[in-house]
């Protein structure tokens, strides 16, 4: 599976982004779908996933609250609506797909990875 995300930009604190991850191919709805993060000098970090039916999400202690994963399958698209933003979300995100069910937070754990998209949030 291919995998396109968008969405990225700049934004002040406080504000809102939305992200989508668009999936090439036919089998997008039986992957658990994640969304990870790295910000500059840091090492990549989960952000959140979700499973193949849209209804087992997990997040980071970071952004929960703040952060909610969703999934149309129809679209073969996953998403990432970032509210609350806070300077210290500011990274490349990046969605990946993982064949495995079950929670995983491990970039490893995953086994195709789309391009990044910048989020920057201003103080």
């Known amino acids: 599976v291919q995998l396109q995300a968008s969405g990225g930009g700049l934004v002040q604190a406080g504000g809102s982004l939305r992200l989508s991850c668009a999936a090439s191919?036919?089998?997008?709805?039986?992957?658990?779908m994640g969304w990870f993060r790295q910000a500059p000098g840091k090492e990549r970090e989960f952000v959140a996933r979700i499973g193949w039916s849209g209804t087992n999400t997990y997040y980071a202690d970071s952004v929960k609250g703040r952060f909610t994963i969703s999934r149309d399958n129809a679209k073969d698209t996953v998403y990432l609506q970032m509210n609350s933003l806070k300077p210290e979300d500011t990274a490349v995100y990046s969605c990946?797909?993982?064949?495995?069910?079950?929670?995983?937070?491990?970039?490893?754990?995953?086994?195709?990875w789309g391009q990044g998209t910048l989020v920057t949030v201003s103080s």
């Open positions: 191919g036919r089998t997008f709805s039986s992957y658990a």
């Open positions: 990946a797909a993982r064949r495995s069910p079950g929670i995983a937070v491990v970039a490893g754990s995953y086994d195709y």
